[in-house]
């Protein structure tokens, strides 16, 4: 059974991505999986060696054959998105919908595979890892996420390896969902702030609709004492575990700034105890969950 340990966001910049990567040192060797396509940083920290590296195909875009184009018109007045310049297509406004294709009365447009990004496969000092770069202003972010957790599920299978552990998107947008969908665990992080405590609401209502079962982490929870008390209260009334508190610390940047892992950085340091803590309790509840679904 490959367990599938998600790190989200409701907001960016809480700490999410230093937090997984902390947990990669950890509780090494396992999968690690950089679903954050629209702005991966994961590798930052990893530093992977590329093993595979492949085109990531999505979707289409138009192409007009200027030998064919008799410049009718009907693809400029039908195509919603104003990409139509006959015997051009601006292939930034093209949405690939093919009706421009469908009305040419002379066949001179066809849709054409457009690629969208990159997918990788790596490997890191912690274990393999699938990772992926979406191209600036492209879509079907989603789409490319659920590919990232395919590869990785694969390279579990291959490895042998029982846990993945996915660095998410933040928000609750498309590629958020391609993350929490079907994962084991679902680790919110998030700081005592106003717009940490409405978009950890947020998140946490979308991990209930998929049944992942949620934890957070209060990053910074020092700095706003009443806020994290306001956060802490509602996890109560939800029933749901807070994981572990990090105090504000300048040691997460120095390690940032020096690409590497808190663990690796400051292996002695309370932060990284305190974040071995909370892997041990992530592996605690994941048998406590196995044991569940066996009686069942």
């Excluded at 994981?243 to 940032?256: A, C, D, K």
Aim: with cysteine; glycine share 10%; charged share 20%.
């Amino acid at each position: 059974m490959i367990h599938e340990i998600a790190v989200v966001s409701g907001k960016g910049g809480t700490g999410k991505t230093t937090i997984a990567a902390s947990f990669a040192a950890i509780g090494a060797p396992l999968v690690l999986a950089d679903c954050d396509v629209d702005a991966s940083d994961l590798h930052i920290l990893l530093h992977p060696t590329i093993n595979k590296k492949e085109d990531f195909i999505a979707s289409k875009v138009a192409v007009i054959d200027p030998d064919l184009c008799t410049d009718c018109g009907l693809c400029v007045t039908h195509c919603r998105y104003g990409a139509a310049y006959p015997p051009h297509i601006d292939t930034i406004a093209c949405e690939g919908c093919g009706v421009c294709e469908y009305v040419c009365p002379t066949g001179a447009i066809r849709l054409e595979d457009k690629v969208s990004g990159m997918t990788y496969e790596s490997q890191t000092r912690f274990g393999p890892m699938s990772h992926a770069r979406l191209h600036p202003g492209e879509g079907n972010s989603g789409k490319l996420v659920t590919e990232v957790r395919k590869r990785a599920l694969r390279l579990a299978q291959t490895s042998g390896l029982e846990k993945v552990l996915i660095d998410g998107s933040p928000g609750v947008g498309c590629p958020v969902i391609a993350t929490l969908t079907g994962a084991r665990l679902g680790i919110v992080v998030t700081e005592p702030t106003v717009s940490g405590i409405h978009d950890m609401e947020r998140v946490l209502d979308l991990m209930a609709r998929f049944r992942v079962t949620p934890l957070v982490i209060l990053n910074k929870y020092d700095l706003n004492p009443s806020k994290s008390e306001e956060i802490e209260e509602y996890c109560r009334e939800q029933g749901i575990e807070i994981l572990g508190r990090i105090p504000f610390n300048p040691i997460m940047t120095e390690s940032m700034v020096q690409a590497r892992t808190l663990p690796e950085y400051a292996p002695g340091s309370g932060i990284t105890q305190t974040l071995r803590s909370m892997w041990n309790r992530v592996v605690e509840l994941l048998t406590e969950i196995e044991r569940a679904r066996g009686r069942h």
